[in-house]
């Protein structure tokens, strides 16, 4: 996974400005019916029972081995859940859950024609979203608290997301020619809209230690290792779904054996050309300079820059260290710095 942003976005620009970003990468399923909280309770790594019309969450769908196929956020309504999932996993997010629906009052429908998916970050962006919701409290929002607005002419969510800089995920029904509104957005609110969203939003949320798992990144690693626990994605007490008993294994025997990292690479000699995140281009972290000592500790899974400025997300070993390297199996006279930064 690869992205990149225009050379005039900064890292200043991410913690200074109040930045708009459009047009997020989404889809949106409607789980209701009678029974949808007792299903989804025994689908997902979250505890469906704790979300409240005022609380949405992150959450986390994992196979028999307990690693995880796909994570989305999931917005309750009255009896209706709303879950907004990577795009590239919502068809077979769709057909997965269907099969375990059975005789349970629950329908599941794709209803991403209907939603439209964006995001404020930054300065100031929790005042952008109070007059967005009509209301005078959002900007004092914590992590995963979300308002729902409804009206005759408006239907949004708004819901804040994890991290020190204010993030917030907008999901908005019914607007028309999107790209076209986006600018219209951005100009009224007096927002920097962004024409290259992928890294702006992935470095916000790894800034923030979150790694949302799509089609490109599913069954590889268990929630624990991804940090989801520490979002309240991860419940230990609500009772049985795929994939828990290993993961409540490993959690309470303390057995886990990596974990996510996020890095900056500091090598100004860095070619960003090169591609660094597949598993056939054999790009590791290292700590020690010579990799014959054998002290691999991870693996890249994304890589991607913000100006002068590159960034690469790893899976790690869980030990101590106090310098790391990346290099490149097949190149490994090439050695770059690392700075850990969560």
């Not at 409607?30 to 704790?50: I, P, R, S, W, Y």
């Not at 962004?194 to 890294?199: H, P, Q, V």
Request: glycine share 4%.
């Amino acid at each position: 996974m690869h992205s990149t942003v225009n050379s005039t976005y900064t890292e200043q620009l991410v913690l200074n400005e109040t930045l708009f970003i459009p047009d997020l990468k989404f889809s949106t399923l409607l789980v209701e019916g009678d029974d949808a909280k007792q299903f989804l309770q025994g689908q997902v790594t979250v505890n469906v029972n704790k979300l409240s019309a005022d609380c949405g969450a992150l959450a986390a769908c994992v196979n028999l081995q307990g690693r995880t196929q796909v994570s989305f956020f999931i917005l309750p309504q009255d009896k209706k859940y709303l879950l907004v999932v990577p795009k590239n996993y919502a068809k077979k997010f769709v057909k997965t859950l269907k099969m375990y629906v059975l005789r349970a009052n629950v329908v599941i429908t794709d209803v991403s024609n209907l939603w439209k998916i964006y995001a404020f970050s930054g300065k100031n962006s929790g005042m952008i979203v109070n007059d967005l919701m009509a209301a005078t409290d959002i900007h004092s929002f914590q992590m995963w608290n979300m308002r729902y607005l409804e009206n005759d002419t408006e239907s949004r969510f708004a819901l804040r997301l994890p991290g020190i800089i204010q993030h917030w995920l907008i999901i908005d029904k019914n607007i028309e020619d999107f790209h076209q509104q986006s600018h219209t957005i951005a100009q009224r609110l007096s927002v920097a809209l962004l024409d290259s969203t992928e890294a702006i939003w992935n470095y916000i949320n790894l800034s923030a230690g979150l790694l949302l798992i799509d089609a490109e990144l599913t069954d590889q690693w268990i929630p624990l290792e991804l940090h989801y626990d520490k979002f309240g994605a991860v419940d230990f007490d609500k009772g049985c779904y795929r994939g828990q008993e290993i993961i409540a294994r490993i959690h309470f025997r303390g057995q886990l054996k990596q974990q996510l990292a996020f890095f900056k690479i500091t090598h100004s000699e860095y070619n960003f050309s090169e591609t660094i995140y597949s598993k056939e281009s054999g790009w590791k972290i290292i700590t020690e300079v010579n990799p014959e000592k054998n002290h691999t500790i991870g693996n890249v899974i994304i890589n991607f820059n913000i100006a002068e400025n590159y960034w690469i997300a790893a899976m790690i070993k869980k030990i101590d260290f106090s310098q790391a390297w990346l290099i490149g199996e097949s190149t490994p006279e090439k050695k770059y710095m690392l700075e850990l930064l969560s």
